[in-house]
């Protein structure tokens, strides 16, 4: 019975580690939503709802729900990635390693003035 309830214990913790533990060498670059990347595509792994009010015009949307499915979509280019917070970013550059893609740095949302913010989250 101890032997079951540490397997638990051990698989949980580590689920919860795979998602908060940072991923190697992605580090935070200034990402604007009017930057030109030559040679580097950006990826908005932002859920469709608060990209679509909140636009990278030379972003791939590919929010992280559908990253697995649709990343054979993506250039074979260095990734940059557009994210909502560090969780998020995680676990996008740690699927797109496994799937052979490069990933260089990432941005988060809302974090420079040049930045768009969502209408409703204007005011805070």
Not at 100 to 123: H, I, N, S
Request: hydrophobic letters at 40%; glycine letters at 4%.
């Amino acid at each position: 019975m101890m032997v079951v309830i540490s397997v638990l214990i051990m698989s949980a913790l580590y689920h919860i580690l795979y998602r908060i533990w940072p991923a190697r060498s992605v580090y935070k670059v200034p990402v604007t939503p009017h930057q030109s990347f030559t040679g580097r595509a950006v990826v908005d792994t932002r859920d469709y709802q608060i990209s679509y009010k909140d636009p990278y015009p030379q972003a791939y949307c590919l929010p992280l729900a559908y990253l697995k499915r649709h990343a054979g979509e993506l250039p074979d280019l260095p990734l940059l990635l557009v994210s909502t917070n560090e969780i998020e970013k995680n676990m996008a550059a740690k699927v797109l390693r496994k799937k052979g893609f490069t990933v260089e740095g990432y941005a988060l949302a809302g974090e420079c003035e040049e930045c768009p913010k969502v209408p409703c989250m204007a005011g805070s």
